[in-house]
């Protein structure tokens, strides 16, 4: 069945660092989700990606699709100690559920 | 708005017991998600209803797990007997759209259970 990978599992930073996280699917997707969560937290929805080699941007995150429709980044630009927490990619096709990845887990120093 | 609310927030049984969790969605939203998320896992996906009727229960361990959504609004997972592996985060979601593979997903703060 679908799988979807992500990496790195942990990664830690110093505050002004950046940081990235790569997610791959094993089958092509219809469009991929990103959700934050925070320690002790729930999911939370930030951006759908849809078309194939799509760069979106929030502040100072970028999100990218792809051009195949199989793999997602996401990349943080000089990270900040609210950054912190796990970043899940959540790959979908049409007519089916979404299936989320591990998830990577983003520690901060300052 | 009010978000997706759920009850109770923790639970402590013991094994071969029984447990329910509720779920009530954001206002409007037909389409309710159950997850299951383990320590360091991602979310994943028990059962999707849209309106009251089951739209993928495919992951869900029917022979100890049971949902419903009688009405269409709120919903209950329930677990009976649970096991030490059911120990876990109960996700519920909701969305406003109908289930497509694209809907945008909100979540509830979880009921963490654990099974000693």
């Known amino acids: 069945g679908q799988q979807v990978m992500q990496i790195p599992q942990y990664q830690h930073v110093q505050e002004g660092e950046d940081f990235t996280t790569y997610c791959n699917s094993s089958?092509?997707?219809?469009?991929i989700q990103w959700y934050k969560q925070r320690p002790g937290g729930h999911p939370v929805f930030l951006i759908q990606?849809?078309?194939?080699?799509e760069v979106k941007k929030q502040k100072r995150l970028t999100f990218q699709f792809g051009e195949a429709k199989k793999n997602s980044s996401l990349h943080i630009t000089a990270t900040q100690t609210t950054d912190v927490g796990t970043y899940f990619c959540?790959?979908?096709?049409?007519?089916?559920?979404?299936?989320f990845g591990k998830g990577t887990t983003l520690s901060v120093s300052s | 708005e009010a978000g997706v609310a759920q009850s109770p927030r923790y639970k402590i049984i013991e094994k071969r017991q029984s447990v329910a969790f509720w779920c009530n969605p954001i206002?409007?939203?037909?389409?309710l998600y159950w997850y299951q998320q383990i320590l360091g896992q991602g979310p994943k996906l028990l059962i999707q209803?849209?309106?009251?009727?089951?739209?993928?229960d495919s992951q869900l361990p029917k022979d100890r797990f049971s949902a419903e959504r009688l009405k269409g609004v709120d919903s209950t997972l329930k677990i009976q007997p649970a096991k030490l592996e059911d120990s876990a985060v109960y996700l519920c979601?909701?969305?406003?759209?109908?289930?497509?593979?694209?809907?945008?997903?909100?979540f509830g703060p979880g009921t963490r259970l654990l099974v000693l």
């Open positions: 979601a909701s969305s406003l759209e109908a289930p497509s593979g694209r809907e945008t997903q909100y």
């Open positions: 089958t092509t997707l219809s469009n």
């Open positions: 990606l849809v078309k194939s080699g």
């Open positions: 959540a790959g979908g096709q049409a007519g089916t559920a979404l299936i």
């Open positions: 206002s409007g939203h037909a389409t």
């Open positions: 209803f849209q309106n009251n009727g089951v739209v993928d």
